[in-house]
């Protein structure tokens, strides 16, 4: 059953896919004989087949996830999208701190220890990462705007 | 022979580069922490390590080794979590457990441990000595490989994969498609057209490769930590004072030697990697020498067969990868992925062209097999304590490290998104059977296996009968062909077998 509805899924982005393939992707001109075009095509008639196959022949019945998993399981994707759209805006140490608070309670990890870790996490990770190793960590536009105004007080 | 030695001295050249060295010693034993955390296999602590890698800007070949060392450890970790917990950190490890775990539980975890060690070194070492020799060698010949003729090993890589790995054959061929349709998203480097990006300025040079790695090994494993989660620590057995002792290794002996041999070979074959090799190895060993039915039970030799195949099929999976630019498995995927980024395309060509990194990368091998080795030894019960950390703080830590690495690539929080999307879907494909190594390797290879297609019927004029003119094309068709049929063919006659000894008995 999961199978077959994960398959109709997929055979119908494949079948979005293939229509493409078939009907928009054109080259203004060329030379050679196999063209953009060709290779998806060839590829969405395999991806077809195979999927024709599964529903065929479905062998995975139930996913086996206990509903407290599946709402565990929106939760946590639910905060790494929330954690991906506040990675500029509240910056590294903020949006981590966040984070990994809220993770780590929801994982069962109590309150005040999740605190600390997530503490740790967005300090000791910006530390080494930024700082020491020097790689590119987004400061927050948050602070960014609190580093000019001191800055200009500080020339004025 | 002589091109050999000398490769080999400019590899130890750069190997032993006291930055090199450091990164070598410091890959092996991040990797070895990695590999040792609980459901953490290599093939994950390789893809999210990869990108933070990339972000320090280190030079091809440092960069390299750094990977290399981390993959290797984390071969050599996974075999902790397996016995002393009985949860393997990835397929491959999963033969260990049979008998390194009931070790653990009579009170010999020491000398489980110990054991497993020596034979992962023999192992490893064995298979970077064949690759050595063997390396220089394909690469010579493949250079004569025509554009039809890579499309022919293209086909056998995939037929190999669809066969031997993973529960369904229809299902990995499914996943190679899907890794392959995600390899034609983003502008086409023939013709200029752009091909599924809907306007989206984000995707126009296409998906990153570190999204799709880290989206796919990465942010899944880390929703299958989230779904199996169990409150509290896992119980860890104790470390004790047991150590291997000489009589073990002269009962391994053999057993080391043959499990190599097994393991490089089945290594070098396209799509396959450790958990074929450590399969067969311990199945083989089995049969030959289970005299007293004292497999499954802590018999150290079914403990140093799959560990001395695993280590071996890690080396032999670089073979094909470096000699043919086709990864032997899922993690030598990702590794080719890392070349291909630093404008490095691995192949025949590789070893003339780019000698520095070739040898390099074979010499950093040999240092790192020596390396863990006498890290493992005595820093066994440092190791051994990873395994009691608890999730809540492991599964939080994956997530940020993941997004480190992904925004310092340039630093787009869209890709941040991206690898979310491609988390969840990777965690369906896992639930539902998919194995994610076809997906990854279907991604790597696409643009080589479009472009050498398009290449070949170019020469042709468009004529497809250039793809079985040649007698290599052709072997290795045939080869794709038994490669699919021969386990069916197996499987049918085992069947058939085991009909006959119940007909006779009844």
Redesign the interface.
């Known amino acids: 059953m999961?199978?077959r509805l994960?398959a109709g899924v997929?055979l119908v982005a494949?079948l979005a896919?293939a229509v493409?393939a078939f009907t928009a992707?054109?080259?203004?001109f060329?030379?050679?004989?196999?063209?953009?075009e060709?290779?998806?095509r060839i590829?969405?008639l395999?991806?077809i087949a195979?999927?024709l196959?599964?529903f065929w022949r479905p062998?995975?019945s139930a996913?086996g996830?206990a509903r407290r998993?599946w709402f565990?399981?929106g939760a946590?994707?639910a905060m790494?999208?929330a954690?991906?759209?506040l990675?500029?805006p509240l910056g590294?140490v903020l949006s981590?701190l966040l984070?990994?608070t809220a993770?780590?309670a929801m994982?069962?990890?109590g309150i005040v220890r999740?605190l600390a870790?997530?503490t740790a996490?967005g300090v000791a990770?910006y530390l080494l990462?930024a700082v020491l190793?020097d790689?590119?960590?987004?400061a927050g536009e948050l602070i960014e705007r609190a580093m000019q105004s001191s800055d200009e007080k500080g020339a004025s | 022979m002589d091109a050999v030695l000398s490769g080999l001295a400019t590899g130890f050249g750069v190997a032993l580069d006291p930055f090199n060295l450091f990164l070598v010693l410091a890959g092996c034993f991040a990797g070895t922490l990695i590999g040792a955390l609980p459901g953490l296999g290599p093939i994950n602590g390789v893809a999210i390590l990869l990108p933070?890698a990339y972000?320090?800007g280190f030079g091809p070949e440092s960069a390299l080794i750094l990977l290399a060392g981390i993959y290797y450890g984390a071969e050599y970790g996974g075999r902790i979590s397996s016995i002393l917990l009985n949860v393997p950190g990835d397929a491959g490890a999963v033969m260990t457990t049979l008998d390194g775990n009931p070790m653990a539980r009579a009170g010999e975890a020491g000398r489980a441990l110990s054991l497993s060690a020596v034979a992962s070194f023999v192992g490893g070492t064995f298979a970077v000595v064949l690759m050595t020799m063997f390396a220089p060698m394909l690469a010579s010949f493949a250079v004569t490989f025509s554009p039809a003729d890579y499309v022919a090993l293209m086909v056998f890589a995939f037929a190999s994969l669809a066969s031997l790995v993973g529960?369904?054959t229809?299902?990995t061929?499914?996943g190679a498609?899907?890794g392959?349709?995600l390899a034609?998203i983003g502008i086409?480097a023939?013709?200029?057209?752009a091909?599924?990006t809907f306007g989206i300025p984000d995707i126009l040079a296409g998906i990153d490769f570190l999204i799709v790695v880290v989206g796919l090994f990465g942010?899944a494993e880390?929703?299958t930590l989230?779904?199996h989660?169990v409150?509290?620590r896992l119980k860890s057995l104790p470390v004790d004072k047991s150590f291997v002792r000489m009589a073990d290794l002269a009962k391994c002996r053999w057993t080391i030697v043959r499990a190599s041999v097994i393991g490089f070979f089945i290594g070098i074959l396209p799509g396959t990697g450790a958990s074929v090799a450590s399969a067969v190895a311990y199945g083989t060993e089995k049969r030959i020498s289970d005299g007293g039915k004292t497999f499954g039970t802590g018999d150290v030799r079914g403990l140093a067969a799959p560990e001395a195949a695993n280590n071996a099929a890690a080396g032999g999976a670089m073979v094909p990868m470096l000699t043919l630019g086709i990864p032997g498995s899922g993690t030598t995927a990702i590794l080719l992925g890392a070349l291909l980024m630093f404008n490095i395309q691995p192949g025949p060509m590789m070893f003339t062209q780019r000698p520095e990194v070739a040898w390099g990368l074979i010499a950093s091998m040999y240092i790192g097999n020596v390396a863990l080795l006498v890290i493992n030894l005595p820093l066994v019960g440092l190791f051994a304590r990873m395994l009691t950390i608890?999730?809540?703080?492991l599964?939080?830590?994956i997530?940020?490290l993941a997004?480190?690495g992904i925004?310092?690539i340039v630093?787009n929080?869209f890709d941040?998104?991206l690898i979310?999307g491609l988390?969840?879907f990777g965690?369906?494909l896992r639930?539902?059977?998919f194995s994610l190594a076809p997906v990854i390797l279907g991604f790597v290879l696409g643009s080589l296996f479009?472009n050498n297609?398009?290449r070949a019927?170019?020469i042709s004029?468009?004529d497809w009968g250039i793809l079985v003119e040649d007698y290599k094309s052709l072997t290795l068709y045939a080869l794709a062909v038994l490669v699919v049929l021969a386990p069916v063919w197996l499987a049918r006659r085992a069947r058939r077998m085991d009909g006959e000894a119940a007909a006779d008995r009844g």
């Open positions: 999961v199978d994960f997929l494949t896919y493409i992707i054109k080259a203004p060329q030379y050679d004989p196999l063209g953009p060709s290779w998806p590829l969405s395999v991806a195979c999927l196959w599964i062998d995975a996913m996830v998993t565990r399981l946590t994707v790494l999208i954690y991906s759209e990675y500029e590294f981590t984070f990994g993770l780590c994982l069962g990890g999740a870790f997530g996490a990770g990462c190793l790689l590119n960590l987004p | 933070i972000g320090l529960r369904s229809v299902k061929l499914l498609t899907l392959l349709m034609t086409d023939n013709t200029g057209v091909r599924y942010m880390l929703l989230v779904e989660q409150a509290g608890p999730q809540h703080y599964t939080p830590l997530a940020i997004f480190i925004y310092t630093g929080p941040l998104l979310t988390g969840v965690w369906f639930k539902l059977d479009e297609l398009r019927l170019s004029g468009g």
